[in-house]
């Protein structure tokens, strides 16, 4: 007779880690941690939301994989990349956007996070995550049981997880985010964030931000970390984490943040970033993050190119693009050097050379001078790989 599958009596598949803490244990709508759900019922939500192991025969022959071949749920399928990662119901973008610009730079990174991976006899997993507090590496438990939907919910089929999904049957984005909601006390306590703090959590390397605090000037901002504020909840959902950050002394401008960018990413420091406005129309999403994965040009190949290229576009040696991709993994800038913009075919081999892809994948490629007009800050991430 087979065992029982473990399960995280501590973070209990329930639907109580899903919000934030009230009086007397009880739960309300209003905390929920998805803010668009808040003004429904708690019988609504209980009638949305259940929790199913994603390495279990239960989940692998649900309905959300019916119509697909037969294959057993992994936590890693072949390369680790950010297209693995698509943002659900949960303000968590400062924390998915930061496992991407992890996974783009450094996807052995995100692998070796993963100390014990669940399987179908066993739904325990254990994953390390860096406390900057205390100035160490924890093991974080917990079991295989995510948040699903219970039903049809606005087109999105049964058995979807109701946060961070899966790329096909690869689990490690939905485990890791359930990894870091019990380490910060409960999943309530992703909604909103600092990115540059979820890739030290993630890396356990030096972080820094810095925001531009009016057009064309930007100050560096630090996290306090001071161990007061590090409270380990014996019982969720509880804050663990109390975040503050604060300005540091002088300041950059624009062109000085273009040269430090070039260099973190020629160093393969993983970068998010967040924006402020935008343009109606644009693509831009305004107060969420994105992940900063490339420059261009940045090696010797793109200054090859450009050389060879030059005789025939000698503005292309003035061109500075930056790669983002948004967690959401749909969602894309509309403007200049966007996808499907008539600009790439005056350039020759250039969008061949950026292996730019006409698809609204969340993944696209934007001017710096438009960027810089748009954009509210920088999340960096001092990791250059291992010792």
Same mark, same amino acid.
């Given at each position: 007779?087979?065992?029982?599958?473990?399960?995280?009596?501590? &973070?209990?598949?329930?639907?109580?880690?899903?919000?934030?803490?009230?009086?007397?244990?009880?739960?309300?709508?209003?905390?929920?941690?998805?803010?668009?759900?808040?003004?429904?019922?708690?019988? @609504?939500? $209980?009638?949305?939301?259940?929790?199913?192991?994603?390495?279990?025969?239960?989940?692998?022959?649900?309905?959300?994989?019916?119509?697909?071949? +037969?294959?057993? !749920?992994?936590?890693?399928?072949?390369?680790?990349?950010?297209?693995?990662?698509?943002?659900? %119901?949960?303000?968590?973008?400062?924390?998915?956007?930061?496992?991407?610009?992890? =996974?783009?730079?450094?996807?052995?990174?995100? %692998?070796?996070?993963?100390?014990?991976?669940?399987?179908?006899?066993?739904?325990?997993?254990?994953?390390? #995550?860096?406390?900057?507090?205390?100035?160490?590496? *924890?093991?974080?438990?917990?079991?295989?049981?995510?948040?699903?939907?219970?039903?049809?919910?606005?087109?999105?089929?049964?058995?979807?997880?109701?946060?961070?999904?899966?790329?096909?049957?690869?689990?490690?984005?939905?485990?890791? @985010?359930?990894? !870091?909601?019990?380490?910060?006390?409960?999943?309530? &306590?992703?909604?909103?964030?600092?990115?540059? +703090?979820?890739?030290?959590?993630?890396?356990?390397?030096?972080?820094?931000?810095?925001?531009?605090?009016?057009?064309?000037?930007?100050?560096? /901002? *630090?996290?306090?970390?001071?161990?007061?504020?590090?409270?380990?909840? *014996?019982?969720?959902?509880?804050?663990?984490?109390?975040?503050?950050?604060?300005?540091?002394?002088?300041?950059?401008?624009?062109?000085?943040?273009?040269?430090? #960018?070039?260099?973190?990413? /020629?160093?393969?420091?993983?970068?998010?970033?967040?924006?402020?406005?935008?343009?109606?129309?644009?693509?831009?999403?305004?107060?969420?993050?994105?992940?900063?994965?490339?420059?261009?040009?940045?090696?010797?190949?793109?200054?090859?190119?450009?050389?060879?290229?030059?005789?025939?576009?000698?503005? #292309?040696?003035?061109?500075?693009?930056?790669?983002?991709?948004?967690?959401?993994?749909?969602?894309?800038?509309?403007?200049?050097?966007?996808?499907?913009?008539?600009?790439?075919?005056?350039?020759?081999?250039? %969008?061949? +050379?950026? $292996?730019?892809?006409? =698809?609204?994948?969340?993944?696209?490629?934007?001017? &710096?001078?438009?960027?810089? %007009?748009?954009?509210?800050?920088?999340?960096?991430?001092?990791? $250059?790989?291992?010792?």
């Amino acid at each position: 007779m087979a065992q029982p599958r473990w399960k995280d009596t501590d &973070f209990p598949p329930r639907l109580r880690i899903l919000f934030s803490q009230s009086p007397g244990g009880k739960l309300y709508a209003k905390d929920f941690c998805f803010s668009q759900w808040r003004k429904k019922s708690m019988q @609504e939500i $209980e009638s949305l939301v259940k929790f199913v192991g994603v390495h279990s025969d239960q989940y692998e022959n649900s309905a959300r994989f019916r119509y697909e071949k +037969h294959d057993e !749920m992994q936590c890693f399928q072949d390369l680790v990349e950010p297209d693995d990662i698509a943002q659900g %119901k949960l303000g968590n973008c400062w924390f998915l956007a930061s496992c991407g610009a992890v =996974a783009e730079q450094h996807p052995e990174m995100i %692998k070796s996070l993963f100390v014990k991976m669940p399987d179908d006899d066993d739904g325990r997993c254990v994953i390390q #995550l860096y406390n900057h507090y205390q100035k160490t590496w *924890e093991n974080v438990e917990i079991d295989d049981q995510i948040p699903v939907f219970k039903k049809m919910y606005m087109g999105i089929p049964v058995d979807t997880p109701l946060f961070a999904r899966p790329d096909g049957r690869e689990t490690w984005v939905m485990l890791l @985010e359930k990894a !870091m909601a019990k380490f910060h006390g409960g999943y309530a &306590f992703l909604k909103g964030g600092y990115a540059r +703090h979820a890739m030290g959590c993630l890396t356990g390397a030096e972080i820094s931000g810095w925001v531009q605090v009016q057009s064309n000037w930007w100050k560096e /901002y *630090e996290i306090d970390y001071s161990p007061r504020n590090d409270n380990k909840p *014996e019982v969720y959902p509880k804050q663990r984490f109390k975040l503050s950050s604060s300005a540091k002394g002088g300041g950059k401008d624009s062109k000085e943040i273009l040269k430090m #960018l070039l260099v973190f990413l /020629y160093k393969d420091y993983p970068i998010t970033c967040g924006f402020s406005s935008h343009k109606k129309g644009d693509g831009i999403i305004t107060g969420h993050s994105y992940s900063l994965l490339e420059i261009f040009p940045k090696s010797s190949r793109d200054l090859y190119f450009i050389k060879q290229q030059s005789e025939k576009f000698p503005d #292309l040696k003035k061109t500075q693009l930056l790669k983002l991709r948004n967690p959401y993994a749909f969602g894309e800038w509309t403007g200049d050097w966007s996808d499907s913009d008539p600009k790439w075919n005056k350039y020759g081999d250039l %969008k061949r +050379h950026l $292996e730019v892809k006409p =698809a609204n994948d969340g993944t696209f490629w934007i001017d &710096f001078t438009e960027w810089a %007009k748009r954009v509210a800050k920088i999340d960096i991430c001092h990791y $250059e790989g291992p010792n």
